[in-house]
């Protein structure tokens, strides 16, 4: 082995390829004692993430249920309120109308006696 001007020792190109191949050795075996799909920690680890999953989706299957119904809700108080502001509306305009006929009534009776009056004085 050869020394360099540093002090470090050099590597031959055997001592390379023997770590190179123990690397991927290393990295092969790593891989290998992953645990299969089949294995039984890997099913409940997958089993808990579905109930997770399962469960967000009600949540979110109730806040959408929930969020109609309020909206439902509102919806139909608008339209309680919109028919209670029609029907005051029409009272409105009912009494509005026998107002201006009262009024048109008590007219006609004045000028009907102003005419008379005219008529007895001649």
């Given amino acids: ?28 075996d790593k ?18 993430r579905e109930a997770v999953s399962a469960a967000r989706d009600a949540r979110i299957a109730k806040r959408e249920a929930d969020r109609l119904a309020e909206n439902a809700r509102i919806a139909t108080e608008r339209e309680a309120i919109a028919v209670e502001h029609a029907e005051q509306e029409k009272r409105a305009a009912a009494e509005k109308k026998a107002s201006d006929a009262k009024l048109e009534a008590e007219r006609k009776a004045a000028r009907d006696a102003r005419y008379a009056a005219r008529k007895a004085r001649k």
């Avoid at 082995?1 to 092969?28: I, P, W």
């Avoid at 992953?34 to 890997?42: F, I, L």
């Fill in 1 to 28: 082995m050869l020394r360099s001007v540093s002090g470090m020792k050099q590597k031959d190109f055997g001592e390379r390829l023997s770590a190179a191949r123990n690397a991927k050795q290393a990295m092969a």
């Fill in 31 to 48: 891989f290998r004692q992953r645990p299969r799909p089949d294995d039984p920690a890997v099913a409940e680890r997958r089993a808990a």
